[in-house]
Each structure stands twice: as structure tokens, then as C-alpha cells.
């Protein structure tokens, strides 16, 4: 019994100092094996590896894709005017040389990102300080973001090489601190607020104009449709006359007669009407009489 237990003790050993001994680097990653402190051997192909067991010799892994670097504060800078602005930036980065990495930046990734932020900001500031606000925003981005690109590179691949490689350096953002954009907001909505008012005063000046010349010619209009209703009128009223005179000038006693009696149906108009005259010695009833009309000749026997 106790040589079984010893058997799978000596396993369990010899499986636990074995897994010491392996480990794998994946296909995105170095892995970097230390041998008391000292880089031993950097690995950069994946698959299973072999080493000693700790502590003679650690096993360490740094990433080999592309990497992001995002401006992490929104800090203003200066412009060639002395213009405030702040700016969003990224960079695509990758280490490219894990020795030369550990030994000038660091042991991870984020020491790199750290001093990469640094000269970054610091060429980005050197760069905006030589060009306007119109440059920044215009076409000319693209050469800021060359120039920015190049004295990174500069820096990374000098004296003392980082072991990484500055893919690219973006702009995602350009604007200006939050002070002088409130004012170049109330600008603007103080001249889009001015255009309004004047458009407005310009309908309403176009809308008064309109109003006066659709009255003018209804006054126009109407001044001429009564002069030739009048005209109408006065014609018909002439040829009324005219038929009226002919037509009595024919028979006088009828015509007397004829107006007697309209003058009967504008006296007696109502029911309520009355008039007061004498019968007897009024021209006005002497066709009720049978006298005939009002100033006729009479009758002769």
C-alpha cells in the first residue's frame, strides 16, 4: 500500500514539475523566457515550448496585434493665432522587437502606452502650434497628421529603439474649448436670429405691398363697374323716357289717367296709411269720381 502511494506521489510530481517545464505561446503574443532575471530567449513563433522549472527559469507573455492608443485627456492646446483647442486622437501601434521592448519601455503593454502617449501629445502640440485653426480643419489635417506620424517615429526608432512600429496617428476630433465654442455658439444664434428678423421684415414689407395693390385695383375695380352701371342705367333710364314720352304723346288723357294711378299705389302702399284730403275739391280723387284722370278735359254731353 505504501509503495502504491508512493508511485502516485512520484506521478503527481513528476505531471507538476513537467507542466512547470511546458507552455504554449499563442499565435498573439512573444513569449519572453527569463532565466534568474535575465531575458533567456524570446519565442515568436507559436506552439508548445519547452523550459526549466521555476525559479531557474519564468515564462512571460507581451501581445504582437495591433494595438490602440486613445488620447486619454481632452487638455487644450495652442494654436499659431493662440487659439484653444482640443483635440481626439488615436494611435495604431504594434512591438515589433520584444527584446529591445523590455529593455528601453517596459515589461507589458501599458508602459508602452504610457511613454507612446507622451510623445504623442508632445509632437501634436509641436505640430498645432505652427498651423491656424483653418489649417487644422481643412485638408492640411492630413499633413499634421504625417508630420505627427514622422517625429514619433523619430523618437520610437532612435538612439535607444523602442522595438514597436507607429502604424498610423488619426484626428478623430478638433474643437475648441468649451468657453470659446458657448461664445462662437451665441455668434452664430445671435446671426441666425438677425437673418430671421430680416426675412421677416422683408414678407411682412412684400405682404403690405401685396395688400395695397390687391386694394388699389378692388377700388379700381369697383369704381369702374359703377361707372358702367351708371352708364347701363342712365341708358336705360333714357330709353324708358323715351318709350314712356312716345307712348304717351300718343294718348294724353291715358297717360294722366296711368300716372294717377301710380300715384294711388304710392299713397296707399300700407294698410296702416293714411291721408288726409278733401275729396270733394282734390284734383288728386278725381279719377275715383269718374271724372276721368286728373286734369282731363271734360266729357262733353
Avoid: C
Amino acid at each position: 500500500m505504501n509503495r502504491i502511494g508512493f508511485i502516485v506521489s512520484s506521478a503527481l510530481v513528476a505531471l507538476a514539475l513537467l507542466s512547470s517545464m511546458l507552455f504554449v505561446v499563442d499565435q498573439r503574443q512573444f513569449g519572453v523566457v527569463y532565466a534568474l532575471g535575465q531575458i533567456k530567449e524570446v519565442i515568436t513563433e507559436p506552439g508548445l515550448n519547452f523550459k526549466l522549472p521555476p525559479p531557474f527559469q519564468n515564462v512571460s507573455y507581451i501581445d504582437k496585434r495591433l494595438l490602440t492608443l486613445d488620447s486619454p485627456d481632452a487638455e487644450p492646446m495652442l494654436t499659431l493665432e493662440k487659439q484653444r483647442v482640443v483635440i481626439d486622437w488615436y494611435v495604431r501601434w504594434r512591438i515589433t522587437d520584444p527584446l529591445q521592448y523590455i529593455r528601453n519601455v517596459g515589461l507589458d503593454e501599458a508602459a508602452g502606452a504610457n511613454q507612446l502617449n507622451r510623445v504623442v501629445r508632445n509632437a501634436f502640440q509641436e505640430e498645432i502650434n505652427r498651423r491656424t485653426v483653418r489649417e487644422l480643419l481643412s485638408s492640411k489635417r492630413e499633413q499634421l497628421m504625417a508630420d505627427v506620424k514622422q517625429e514619433v517615429l523619430e523618437v520610437v526608432k532612435g538612439a535607444r529603439p523602442w522595438g514597436i512600429d507607429v502604424v498610423d496617428v488619426r484626428i478623430t476630433r478638433a474643437d475648441y474649448v468649451e468657453a470659446i465654442t458657448e461664445s462662437v455658439y451665441r455668434r452664430m444664434e445671435a446671426e441666425r436670429k438677425r437673418v430671421a428678423n430680416e426675412l421677416r421684415s422683408t414678407g411682412a414689407a412684400e405682404g403690405e405691398k401685396i395688400r395695397a395693390d390687391a386694394d388699389r385695383q378692388r377700388e379700381v375695380t369697383i369704381a369702374n363697374a359703377y361707372r358702367d352701371a351708371q352708364k347701363i342705367k342712365g341708358e336705360g333710364d333714357a330709353q324708358a323716357a323715351a318709350v314712356y314720352a312716345e307712348a304717351f304723346g300718343r294718348d294724353p288723357q291715358f297717360a294722366q289717367f296711368y300716372r294717377s294711378l301710380e300715384a294711388y299705389k304710392a299713397s296707399f302702399n300700407k294698410k296702416g296709411d293714411v291721408l288726409v284730403v278733401d275729396p270733394s275739391g282734390s284734383e288728386f280723387f278725381k279719377a275715383f269720381r269718374g271724372g276721368g284722370a286728373p286734369g282731363a278735359a271734360p266729357a262733353k254731353k
